[in-house]
Every structure is written in C-alpha cells, then in structure tokens.
C-alpha cells in the first residue's frame, strides 16, 4: 500500500546521462528525507546521493560529485536523480529511500547507512553503463 517506485534505468554509453524518478504512493514525501543507493554485482550497498526534506540540504558520494544532481517537487510527490557523464563503474541497481526523523527538514544522511533506518525503500531500477 505504501510504497516507493523507481523508474528510469537502462542502457547508456559511456558519458551518457539519465534521469531517475522516485515516486511515492501512498503517502506523502513532504516530511521525508529521501536518499539514493547502489548496489553493484558482488559490492555493498553505497549510498549515492540524498536530500532533506525542505531546506534544499543535499549531499553527494564523492564518486558522483560533479555529475550526479538531485532534486525534489513535494507538489508532485516525486525524487529525482539526474546522472551524467556516466562511467561503466556506475553500473548497479539504484534504490531510492524514505526517512523521516527530527532533522530531515534540514539534513540528510548517506554514509554508515542501516536499511532500517530509512523508512521505506524502493524496489530499485538498472543502471547499465556499457559501450
């Protein structure tokens, strides 16, 4: 009943772009901090990107700095992560989460991340970076 849905993934070459969508359904994003992770083939989870819930605070993994942005539209219940100049290492399952707490107003967290301590997580959609 409540959930998140990714969707966007797919086949990019090498210095490619793609643009991520994580819809809420169900319940609103407005009080939610919102976070990306990734999974690749035999690695841990790492967290990617997140946002707060309403001061615009984000932050970014320092692989993706420069080329991945994120962004959000409480109007439309939506998350998005724009990827750019994307590299093979990119190549993973990217999940968008869900966390409300005391301080996701104004900050947002990625690293050292349990999966119980976002709230709701998406399915996860596929990145693949190959020429």
């Known amino acids: 009943q409540l959930q998140l849905v990714e969707s966007g993934g797919g086949l990019v070459q090498p210095g490619g772009s793609l643009r991520l969508s994580c819809a809420a359904s169900g319940f609103s994003l407005d009080k939610y901090a919102i976070g990306w992770f990734r999974q690749a083939p035999g690695k841990e989870r790492e967290g990617v990107s997140c946002?707060?819930?309403?001061?615009?605070?984000?932050n970014y993994a320092d692989s993706v700095k420069g080329r991945f942005t994120v962004s959000r539209d409480n109007a439309k219940n939506t998350v998005w992560l724009h990827l750019s100049s994307l590299k093979p290492e990119d190549t993973a399952v990217y999940y968008c989460?869900?966390?409300?707490?005391?301080?996701?107003?104004?900050?947002?967290?990625?690293?050292?991340?349990?999966?119980?301590?976002?709230?709701?997580w998406g399915q996860g959609t596929q990145v693949t970076v190959s020429s």
């Open positions: 946002i707060s819930s309403s001061s615009g605070m984000t």
């Open positions: 989460a869900a966390e409300t707490a005391y301080w996701s107003g104004t900050y947002c967290r990625l690293e050292y991340v349990r999966r119980y301590d976002y709230d709701y």
